[in-house]
T-cell receptor, first 117, second 109 residues
Framework: EPEVTQTPSHQVTQMGQEVILRCVPI?????FYWYRQILGQKVEFLVSFYNNEISEKSEIFDDQFSVERPDGSNFTLKIRSTKLEDSAMYFCASSERVGGHGNQPQHFGDGTRLSIL | GENVEQHPSTLSVQEGDSAVIKCTYSDSASNYFPWYKQELGKRPQLIIDIRSNVGEKKDQRIAVTLNKTAKHFSLHITETQPEDSAVYFCAAIVNDMRFGAGTRLTVKP
């Protein structure tokens, strides 16, 4: 069964540095997402991406964050000038095109655990 | 934006009993309601979903019901097994997916 893959599995970074989290969505999926989960808390929506542009973003997704699809397979989340509170698990997800049947299931990767020191 | 409330936060049942988790949502435009199971340190895994044009859906021991008028939906797990122990999240989608706070289900053997 095809899977969403994320790298690295764990990223440790000094506060103030920039990090790039990488995701390879399922190959025939056209919608891509990033979510954040602080330890022991719920999964929080960050951003959705379709047709090379942001579709929706939450109040969390401020100017510190950006997303990019640099080639035909990768989808990245960049966090600039990281803060201690950015420490969390970051999940990438993808889904098939939204069609006449409404939203399609989102499939999650294993996540990247980001630790800011 | 959409606000999803989930209850209870923790649930402990004996093996073989049923478990029910309830969620409410605020935006009447929400049209898709997935449920995810998350084991410790792992990805959320979709276990069942329901669309707004359906009132109930069942898949073996798992069922979901939706009441659009009341804006609530529920997950029902029958004949629970220890491997059902996990955190369960409900979610609702209008334009983006908003999760409930999660229910930690413990099934005691």
């Amino acid at each position: 069964e095809p899977e969403v893959t994320q790298t690295p599995s764990h990223q440790v970074t000094q506060m103030g540095q920039e990090v790039i989290l990488r995701c390879v969505p399922i190959s025939n999926h056209l919608y891509f997402y990033w979510y954040r989960q602080i330890l022991g808390q719920k999964v929080e929506f960050l951003v959705s991406f379709y047709n090379n542009e942001i579709s929706e973003k939450s109040e969390i997704f401020d100017d510190q964050f950006s997303v990019e699809r640099p080639d035909g397979s990768n989808f990245t989340l960049k966090i600039r000038s990281t803060k201690l509170e950015d420490s969390a698990m970051y999940f990438c997800a993808s889904s098939e095109r939204v069609g006449g049947h409404g939203n399609q299931p989102q499939h999650f990767g294993d996540g990247t655990r980001l630790s800011i020191l | 934006g959409e606000n999803v409330e989930q209850h209870p936060s923790t649930l402990s049942v004996q093996e073989g009993d049923s478990a029910v988790i309830k969620c409410t949502y605020s935006d009447s435009a929400s049209n898709y309601f997935p449920w995810y199971k998350q084991e410790l340190g792992k990805r959320p895994q979709l276990i069942i979903d329901i669309r707004s044009n359906v009132g109930e859906k069942k898949d073996q021991r798992i069922a979901v019901t939706l009441n659009k008028t009341a804006k609530h939906f529920s997950l029902h797990i029958t004949e629970t097994q220890p491997e059902d122990s996990a955190v369960y999240f409900c979610a609702a989608i209008v334009n983006d997916m908003r999760f409930g706070a999660g229910t930690r289900l413990t099934v005691k053997p």
